[in-house]
């Protein structure tokens, strides 16, 4: 093989490693992260992958979320999204949607512990996320459901964002009509939020 033929051919496997070497997040959560009512691109997971590149990073981020899911939805689906896309780092916002159909929290941290589990099989680390239910759930309810987290977070020792809505979650006007899903406006504190907790385990 003439040397021209046999250095393109190296180059072509460098560029093919580096390829697949990129790394990748991806955002495993309901309605939330899916950007349910929004336009393309104003979802937090999309400007997630605009702060990456100005902030120097390379990862890719890949939004697996879905709106209505659950836990257990997300439990079934993720051993096919691990193996497809091969995360470093997962961002696992799952839960609210058990919470609002009243599910047990041990059964919600029963999922979100075996997905983590998961993610950890497949080499990725994991960024856990919160939520919180509104009052009219029950003090002994909401005070079980937001718990669950803290304790799957303690059990498999991975850091935890204990409410995706933190700071705005009082404020209407952040809000769509349906006064549950967060507006464009809310997306840049949301990804604040996120960033805090993402950016040392990107470092």
Not at 104 to 111: A, E, F, K, S, V
Not at 163 to 179: H, K, Q, T, V, W
Request: aromatic share 8%.
């Amino acid at each position: 093989m003439p040397l021209r033929s046999i250095a393109t051919f190296f180059v072509m496997l460098l560029f093919t490693a580096m390829a697949n070497a990129t790394p990748s997040i991806l955002v495993w959560g309901d309605s939330l992260s899916a950007g349910y009512g929004l336009k393309p691109g104003e979802d937090w997971p999309a400007l997630l992958q605009t702060r990456l590149r100005q902030e120097g990073f390379l990862h890719e981020v890949v939004n697996g979320s879905v709106s209505g899911e659950t836990s257990a939805g997300g439990r079934t689906r993720l051993p096919a999204a691990l193996a497809r896309h091969r995360p470093t780092i997962l961002i696992l916002e799952l839960g609210a949607n058990d919470g609002l159909r009243g599910l047990r929290p041990q059964l919600m941290g029963d999922n979100l512990r075996a997905m983590i589990a998961d993610a950890r099989t497949a080499g990725a680390r994991v960024l856990l996320v919160g939520m919180q239910m509104p009052p009219n759930y029950g003090a002994a309810y909401t005070r079980r459901f937001a718990q669950t987290y803290v304790d799957v977070a303690a059990d498999t020792q991975v850091p935890l964002i204990p409410f995706l809505l933190e700071g705005f979650a009082d404020r209407p006007e952040m809000f769509l009509a349906d006064g549950i899903h967060p507006s464009a406006e809310a997306q840049p504190l949301i990804l604040d939020t996120v960033w805090k907790d993402l950016a040392p385990i990107l470092q």
